[in-house]
């Protein structure tokens, strides 16, 4: 439970007390979507947290951010929602996040960080993490260092900041821009 202090304004406590269900004046939750789409785009995290969903899932296909649970085979996969959190699939006591590119590698990264830092704050769980690209028969390990769970609860703290704002980031383009879900609400 590293870092932790009582302040309940401290959007990480919020979560963590949300997440263990204490009673929170202002429950506040942070989905694997939502850490990812923050290194994807803050603007695209701003519109998914107001439920602004314009055909997302083709999207994330398009973007490489997704991939069907066929791409990952017949390999003893289980889905596993916690909370907050829904794990791709356990193997060996791994949680594995399984994405069709490498692409977006640094947000797929977070978003398994961020899997990781929740299962060991909320449930006490201490697991490492593969990043698996089965597509490109690529796999990454990822270890929640003290350095990547710093990172983590910085961007939450961000993650806050931006939802809670009452409109969103101005756009700023992007390579993957044309195949976002909110394309036309940024560039026409
Ligand atoms: S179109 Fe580009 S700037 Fe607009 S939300 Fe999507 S990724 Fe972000």
């Not at 907050?84 to 960080?113: C, F, H, Y």
Request: hydrophobic letters at 35%.
């Amino acid at each position: 439970m590293s870092g932790e202090c009582n302040d309940q304004q401290d959007p990480v406590n919020r979560l963590l007390a949300t997440a263990r269900g204490d009673a929170v004046a202002n429950p506040f939750r942070v989905t694997g979507v939502m850490m990812q789409y923050y290194y994807v785009c803050q603007r695209e995290l701003w519109f998914a947290s107001r439920n602004l969903e314009i055909d997302r899932e083709n999207s994330a296909i398009v973007r490489g951010t997704r991939v069907d649970d066929s791409s990952y085979g017949d390999r003893g996969e289980e889905n596993l929602r916690l909370g907050m959190i829904s794990l791709d699939l356990l193997e060996d006591g791994r949680v594995v996040e399984v994405k069709p590119s490498s692409a977006l590698t640094e947000p797929a990264r977070m978003q398994l960080s961020y899997y990781l830092w929740y299962l060991d704050r909320v449930a006490g769980v201490e697991r490492d993490g593969v990043l698996a690209h089965p597509t490109e028969r690529r796999r990454e390990d990822v270890e929640l260092t003290p350095e990547r769970a710093k990172k983590v609860e910085d961007a939450i703290r961000k993650i806050h900041e931006i939802v809670s704002d009452e409109s969103p980031p101005e756009p700023e383009e992007k390579p993957f821009c044309d195949s976002c879900a909110y394309h036309d609400l940024c560039w026409c």
